[in-house]
């Protein structure tokens, strides 16, 4: 009977063998921080651009001016934050997706294994 550290390196050996696309987790744990980031910096900039916003004044036409300018810049805080959001989904989701799937692919295995033996023993 086999040890669970075989069909550990078993098993590991077989996913080597399939020749999956694994990533680069370096990049993706990069590119998942970058996310962050951007989300970070969106919503700290919508907030500035609301103070801004908020505190216009001087003549009629400068502040509406004022104020236009910083809805613009809101906008394009906005949009950084969900890039910034879907980036670190995409990556913290990939990452975990990834290990569920390789657990998955385990305990089938030794599910299988116990089966096996129990039909062989008979």
Known sequence: METTGDRIEQF???VTDLNLKTGNPS???????IGFVLMLVGIIGGIICYVGAKNASGDVGIAAAKIQEQIVFAIWFLILTVVGA?????YALASFLRMWLLRQLYEGQANTDRIVDAVSKR
């Open 27 to 33: 990049r993706e744990k990069t590119l998942q921080t």
């Open 86 to 90: 879907a980036m670190f989904l995409r």
């Open 12 to 14: 590991k050996s077989e």
